[in-house]
């Protein structure tokens, strides 16, 4: 007879301290086996890199290192979540599977409807549990800010580690279930990249608030002090290294004595827009594919393989958009600002579609789909609600990295141009470059297109569209689906540009 167990089945939610599905697990009298899978399907998808695994890997080890104490192991296999399940069900009864909602790609939106039926089927419940402030199947925007200040305020589900209910998979169950070796690039460090981790996570939000918060405002657009000054805890977010709620909370803990509250208050707004941001795709997951504001569909542009892998490698010849496209490729990590400045470099001055930014998302460490498809629609000015921002990105390296120290850092090539020429290192004459050891067309690139002529040409196209009745139509229907309708309308407009400027 097969034994009866219940299952924790871990996600984007990499943690023990405050975990809703562990802890109800927990208080079961069933033994319990706790899981991760490492599915091929997905890792395989055009958004995934080698950085994401990693960083789930070493969330991994680290839980598993805090469970020593217990007769099992949070265990993680390499094959598909159905296949998985399959071979469990043959060996075990399993009452319950407990884990948090998903709001992921389209990809793991299929698998887990696949997953719903396959237990429905088997007899096996799923319970799943509010992740952060995003509701399911919300109706309405009307009193969600209400809900997540609700949510955020709770007890959170604290569980005791030492003692879990967790038993040993038998060897030729387990056998069964690994799967192939995970590839050494994911199981070795790699210092790069920020570390994986309940520890790190902490760790990052802890030194933020005992003082680098401090300098938060004023260096949150700077793409070289944003690294120290901003809480760098996005991975950890997007991972679930560490709940919203916890963040929330210590964050309010420390509030009080903070010498710089207005610094705090911004931290605080972002981490409601984390979930706004999410909230959106939970509602409307088209973001992912489609514009959300269908009337730009007639706004087609012709594909250019040689911008794009000239933007991918960091060689436009605009040395912020390089500077920013080797950071992100070589650490994960780029500012908002800078995020929102290359991706407007695409969509804008080169006049390429969003659609073929699978690149970036790759890049992020911390690529969050909830965050990153609507964001970038906002950015590529195709939601015709939020005000298009065409970043000009000579004033903004002018103003955000004004001694060149982010540019000479990640474009070498150039670490002997003057820095009046800095920015714009094409304006050289013949004699500055060959003393510059910085030959343009050679040792660096000429711009691939004259930024400020196609900004224009940009700007008169978009905003033109921006006026057709459809895209406004169109636009009514976006804001009454994810904007508190109750909010007048100069409230709203004061949302938007917030959401937009930063
Ligand atoms: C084109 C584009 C794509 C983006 N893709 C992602 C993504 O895939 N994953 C991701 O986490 N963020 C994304 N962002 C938002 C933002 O840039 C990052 O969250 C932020 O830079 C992370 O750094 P931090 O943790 O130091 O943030 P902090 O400034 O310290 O903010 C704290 C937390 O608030 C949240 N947050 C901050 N800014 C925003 C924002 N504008 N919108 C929503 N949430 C925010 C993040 O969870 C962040 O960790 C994107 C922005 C743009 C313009």
Known sequence: MKSEINLVWFKRDLRFTDHEPLWVAQNSELPLLLIYIFEPSVMDHHDSDVRHWRFIYESLMEMNGRLHNSAGRLYFFHKEAEEVFKILAD??????????????????????????????????????????????????????????????????????????????????????????????????????????????????????????????????????????????????????????????????????????KRALQNFISRLHWHCHFIQKFEDECRYEFENINRAYDKLVKDKNEDFIAAWQKGQTGIPIVDGCMRCVTETGYINFRMRALVVSFFVFNLWQDWRDLHFLARQFLDYEPGIHYPQLQMQSGTTGINTIRIYNPIKNSMDHDPEGEFIKRWIPELKNVPLEFLHEPHKMDLHLQEISACTIGVDYPAPIVDAEETRKKASDLVWSYRKEKEVKTEGQRILARHVNPRKTKKKQKIVIRFACFE
């Open 91 to 260: 060996h075990f009864s399993i009452r319950t599977v407990f884990s948090h909602q998903e709001t992921g790609n389209g990809l793991t939106f299929e698998r887990d409807k696949k997953m719903k039926k396959f237990f429905a089927e088997n007899g096996i419940g799923w319970n799943e549990y509010q992740s952060n402030g995003i509701i399911r199947a919300s109706k309405s925007r009307e009193v969600w800010g209400k809900l997540w200040e609700r949510q955020m305020r709770a007890q959170p589900k604290m569980v005791d580690a030492a003692n879990f209910k967790t038993f040993k998979l038998e060897d030729s169950v387990f056998k069964l279930l690994k799967g192939s070796e995970l590839h050494t690039e994911i199981t070795t460090r790699n210092e790069n990249f920020q570390q994986g981790g309940e520890y790190w996570a902490w760790r990052y939000l802890d030194t933020f608030l005992k003082s680098r918060y401090q300098n938060y405002s004023k260096y949150i657009s700077k793409p070289a002090l944003s690294r120290k000054g901003c809480s760098r805890l996005s991975p950890y977010l997007t991972y679930g290294n560490i709940s919203m709620r916890m963040v929330y909370q210590y964050t309010l803990q420390h509030y009080e004595q903070a010498s710089n």
